[in-house]
């Protein structure tokens, strides 16, 4: 690329040095390899290239230490602690807050602030502070406080002789250190045999970087070649030349060359806007199929930017397939494999499960954990690689347990765990330490690896994410094997967590080929000819600064450490040097306001919007516009995702109606065409209960059950105070066989308990209130319970299929009876209802009002079936959790009897229903957006 800012700085490389006597040092690693690249293009003969170093590198190259690891980080920090402090923290405590401390370590030092001084300084703070408590009755606490603050600096220093001790070092420490010994560089340089070092494309320097500048400028060993715009520079309200313009005034020697390309390359910024982070990558793969990027110029540089790095493998995902060179620098997170949930999972039902019982010699694991252990997608792979089978009702079984935990007797009992030997060993295992549950995982990454060593297909990702895994593993058993403190199982996970999610895979392929997909950082002291950045909003560009820190934000400026403030000054430098010369760029952001980012744009787009837009004589085009004005995404509404009734779903339709549609079936298309196509047309459906302790559905059960099986020795029969004695008397000793027939145990205690005492409450109140109703002299005569009741509908015939569809209507009604003469229809409900779900003033309206039309289909089911009852007729609820169990009738314009005027029009609706449900131009779309269900989400 020729105007870009790395192929002029090779080409005066060239003309004005030996490049094989220099060291050259950048901004990234990813830096290095393109002016590698442009070099190589301008040289005509063979020749050593220089030393290229990222500046973080070639300060650890000088100082000859090591990048300490997060964990070597807070083990050596928590010894340092422990040894200092009168009353430490736990280690499970101390690893909540240490990161921000030992990242104040990493900024003090980078800022090469006198340590003595500002933890001096913080102490008399904090002492201050202290004034304004309560000193009576939180003296302890407050002494505590104020020793841990005066101790600061003991630690501090304590903790740089361990790192130093064990050659490794965090980048603050490393970088102090070299300016501590800044003639280790000369001799490096002489050793190395080396003449001077040069600097390209350096910006936001901290103050340990400036003074090795400094010492390297007074020996003069040294050149500095600056990324500077004039637009920036000379405009002092722009904060992204905030430290160039320090630099000017500093380093006065040095030549500040300024171009004035961000105003001057002629080019157009698209800003996008779009919702939902996963339609960001469908527009992306909508612009590149525009572009029409077959075949891509070697000459041309592509790139796309994500400063959220999740949005990777949607992404990737959405890459047209005809394009074949992509350069991923970024690197893939581990945890974004489904492998890495299988050690998650097993790590999960291991540290939620109860003590080991001594006794049974068993683990109880909880049941969800155990769910979402099975399903997870390895497991299989895990048992197919032992040649261990699983049940295929296993998962139903398991959810049919009304249990807390899980014993190995009670999974047993259900699935031979001789068969599955993986869960029996898990199961069986006394997990009493860390390094016992290390050591399970060490052997179930090694079976998996065997596994995938054996297997046909092509598994080297897998394997690679699971190398990465064991080793990991591998330190952590050695750690725990030479720690001298007790870690925690809890503990464990957390730091194994943390550590997964730092650990990257690298893509290989061409590294200046194609396509560059990479992080913001990665784009420093790079041009290309198109960008597209993603993510533009709020909390990513710039990212969120709120780090927990130790230091308050006066102290900070004080002594001159970063604050948020140098932070959004360094991403606005990396922002728009990065649009500063492509001829296009594409700016996507997500304007969801239910997104993390809240919908808000970064501000960034609204200085391109406000500002550079309306600058006079620029030639930059900027357009701004939604995704929906423009393009036509594939899932652009995602509530339209099926669109055709073809054949099978047609089919599938006729069979529902053939055999009786209930009213909750036509309830859940008018609330949810999406959730009735996945439910009725595909038949996928969750597990009901994954919960531990009774859930809702099971406790409706159980009481229907009870009151059905109480009730059922006296139909027919007009209830009297005798039978109401007996129904009473009846009520322990059949709840007693409900818990039985359902499953539920554990129920001495906990939750459950209280919900079989709340059970027996409701039945009980219910029947002593009918029994008082009885006893006031009103006639009740119970005809059915739980009944089930099916009756032809109509003939509908569909033209578009040449079908005549014989339809149905079935329904379970909880009770039927006769109270003083008036037939009622009962549905008996143990949650909320409101009057108002039960009234309406026109009969048009019962189609959006589910509890009516359920009623009212009741009440048509019964009529059909008693074409002979000569009685007034009503439907309605009975709320059980209600104190008075009132009947709430089903209200009509005002009218409580259901007549044949409100049934015809019952009739009405369902035929406009049945219309629409077989109407091929309707979509299984969802029509209120404001009350998603679980597949709208």
């Known amino acids: 690329m020729e105007n870009s800012f790395l192929f002029k700085i090779s080409k005066q490389l060239l003309r004005d040095y030996v490049i094989s006597d220099l060291v050259i040092i950048l901004p990234s690693r990813r830096s290095s390899v393109f002016l590698k690249k442009e070099i190589a293009k301008s040289i005509d003969k063979p020749t050593w290239l220089p030393r290229i ?58 800022a090469y602030t006198c340590p003595k001084e500002i933890f001096s300084y913080l102490s008399d703070v904090k002492r201050i502070e202290s004034w304004y408590l309560d000193i009576a009755s939180n003296e302890e606490e407050i002494n505590e406080y104020l020793d841990f603050f005066n101790n600061l600096k003991h630690i501090y220093d304590k903790l740089q002789l361990s790192l130093k001790s064990n050659n490794i070092a965090y980048s603050g420490l490393a970088q102090r250190l070299l300016v501590d010994n800044i003639n280790q560089i000369p001799m490096w340089l002489k050793d190395n045999k080396k003449e001077k070092i040069i600097f390209i494309g350096l910006d936001a320097l901290t103050n340990c970087q400036e003074k090795i500048i400094d010492s390297l400028l007074s020996k003069k060993i040294c050149d500095i070649f600056w990324d500077a715009d004039e637009y920036f520079i000379k405009n002092h309200i722009q904060e992204s030349g ?39 990558a469908k527009l992306l793969s909508q612009l590149l199929l525009n572009k029409n990027y077959s075949s891509i110029d070697e000459s041309k540089r592509i790139a796309i930017v994500l400063p959220n790095e999740d949005l990777l493998l949607p992404v990737l995902e959405s890459i047209p397939s005809y394009i074949s060179d992509i350069n991923v620098t970024m690197g893939y997170k581990l945890l974004h494999h489904p492998i890495a949930s299988l050690v998650e999972e097993i790590i999960s039902l291991i540290i939620n499960s109860r003590d080991y019982d ?8 909880l049941k969800k954990d155990i769910i ?93 994410c699971l190398f990465e895994i064991q080793e990991q593993l591998l330190s952590f058993a050695r750690f725990l094997e030479n720690s001298r403190h007790i870690i925690s199982p809890e503990l464990l996970t957390k730091l194994f967590s943390k550590t997964l999610k730092s650990i990257r895979l690298n893509f290989s392929g061409e590294p200046l080929i194609g396509i560059q997909i990479m992080g913001i950082l990665e784009s420093r002291a790079i041009d290309f000819d198109e960008v597209f950045i993603l993510s533009a909003n709020e909390s990513e560009l710039p990212p969120d600064s709120g780090k927990n820190s130790f230091i308050p934000f006066d102290v900070k400026l004080k002594f001159g450490i970063r604050t948020h403030l140098d932070m959004d000054a360094i991403y606005a430098n990396y922002f728009f040097n990065l649009i500063k010369r492509p001829k296009k760029v594409s700016i996507i952001y997500n304007q969801d306001l239910l997104s993390s980012s809240s919908g808000e744009k970064s501000r960034f787009i609204n200085q391109l919007l406000y500002e550079i837009k309306t600058l006079p004589g620029s030639n930059i085009r900027i357009n701004n516009y939604t995704a929906s004005d423009v393009f036509q995404l594939e899932l652009e509404n995602n509530n339209r995702l099926f669109k055709l009734k073809d054949a099978y779903v047609i089919s599938k339709l006729v069979k529902i109606c053939n055999k009786g549609i209930s009213p909750s079936t036509i309830n859940l298309y008018n609330y949810c065409k999406k959730q009735f196509y996945y439910e009725k047309i595909l038949d996928v459906s969750s597990i009901d209960n994954l919960e531990n302790d009774i859930d809702k559905a099971t406790m409706g059960t159980i009481v229907h059950w009870v009151l059905q099986k109480i009730y059922e020795p006296y139909l027919g029969m007009i209830l009297d105070n005798s039978i109401m004695g007996k129904i009473i008397c009846s009520v322990p000793e059949t709840l007693e066989n409900a818990i039985k027939k359902h499953g539920v145990k554990n129920i001495s205690k906990g939750k459950n308990f209280l919900t079989i005492e709340a059970i027996k409450r409701i039945i009980k109140n219910f029947v002593k209130s009918e029994a008082s109703n009885v006893k006031k002299g009103d006639k009740i005569k119970v005809l059915s319970l739980e009944r089930e009741i099916i009756a032809p509908y109509k003939k509908i015939k569909i033209s578009n299929f040449n079908l005549v569809v014989d339809i149905s209507l079935k329904g379970y009604i909880d009770r039927i009876d006769i109270y003083n003469d008036v037939y009622r229809i009962i549905d008996y409900k143990t949650g909320l209802v409101q009057d108002v779900d039960l009234r309406t003033s026109d009969i048009a309206e019962i189609i959006e009002k589910p509890k009516i039309l359920q009623l009212l289909i009741y009440a048509w089911l019964f009529k059909r079936n008693n074409q002979d009852h000569n009685l007034s007729m009503q439907a309605g609820i009975i709320n059980l959790r209600a104190k008075n169990f009132d009947f709430q009738k089903c209200v009509i314009n005002k009218i409580h009897e259901i007549d044949n005027s409100i049934l015809q029009s019952l009739e009405n609706t369902l035929d406009d229903f049945f219309l629409e449900l077989f109407d091929h131009n309707q979509d299984f779309d969802h029509k209120n957006i404001d009350d998603q269900c679980r597949f709208c989400d």
Not at 430 to 444: A, G, M, P, W
């Open 358 to 365: 001594t006794k049974q010699k068993s683990n109880s694991f």
């Open 372 to 464: 979402q252990l099975i399903q997870t997608p390895y497991f299989n792979l895990f048992l197919n690689s032992r040649g261990d089978s699983l049940d295929k009702n296993l998962l139903q079984e398991i959810s049919k347990i009304n249990l807390n935990y899980i014993g190995y007797c009670d999974l047993n009992s259900i699935s031979n765990l001789d068969k599955i030997p993986f869960l029996k060993n898990i199961f069986l295992t006394n997990f009493r330490s860390s390094l016992d549950l290390v050591s399970f995982l060490q052997e179930t990454i090694s079976v998996l690896l065997e596994s995938l060593n054996s297997s046909e297909e092509n598994t080297d990702l897998e394997q690679e």
């Open 53 to 110: 170093y990222s500046i973080d590198d070639f300060i650890f190259e000088v100082n000859n230490f090591n990048s300490a690891s997060s964990l070597e980080l807070f083990f050596s920090f928590y010894d340092v602690y422990e040894s200092i402090v009168q009353k430490p923290h736990s280690i499970e405590r101390c690893y909540k807050w240490a990161s921000g401390l030992l990242e104040d370590f990493n900024e003090i030092d980078k």
């Open 242 to 280: 905030k430290f160039l313009r320090r630099y000017i005034q500093k380093w006065p020697q040095c030549e500040f060359p300024q171009t004035n390309d961000f105003l001057n390359f002629p080019k157009s910024i698209d800003i996008i806007g779009t919702t939902k982070n996963v339609n960001q």
